[in-house]
């Protein structure tokens, strides 16, 4: 069992910045993906970005240019910088946790962080 632990979310202005951190524990295989997605008004839960320990990443297509994904491996711990916020960005954004072991996979989700954007 992975746990997640989020924080950072909040409430800014269009054009600021947050940064998302997500802490996992319990996590045993270290060749995993952590990510973040979000889930907006009317909105299913959507990717915004990933990236493995080796560092290959995957960003969705609306934030490309504003948010950068990192990650600390040693700390277990991944990072997303959002700048130049939108409106549209509100959303809950959740830290996931992904291993895909061939016959087998875990997936793992944080409780969520709410980012809303005033226009």
């Known amino acids: 069992q992975v746990q997640l632990v989020e924080s950072g979310g909040g409430s800014v202005q269009a054009g600021e910045s947050l940064r998302l951190s997500c802490v996992a524990s319990?996590?045993?295989?270290?060749?995993?993906?952590m990510g973040w997605y979000r889930r907006g008004p009317g909105i299913e839960r959507e990717l915004v970005a990933n990236?493995?320990?080796?560092?290959?990443?995957t960003y969705d297509n609306d934030v490309k240019g504003r948010f950068t994904i990192s990650r600390d491996n040693a700390k277990d711990t991944v990072y997303l910088q959002m700048n130049s916020l939108k409106p549209e960005d509100t959303a809950v954004y959740f830290c996931?946790?992904?291993?895909?072991?061939?016959?087998?996979?875990?997936?793992?989700w944080g409780q969520g962080t709410q980012v809303t954007v005033f226009s």
């Open positions: 319990g996590s045993y295989y270290s060749d995993n993906v």
């Open positions: 996931n946790w992904y291993y895909d072991g061939g016959f087998f996979e875990y997936d793992f």
């Open positions: 990236m493995s320990t080796d560092g290959k990443t």
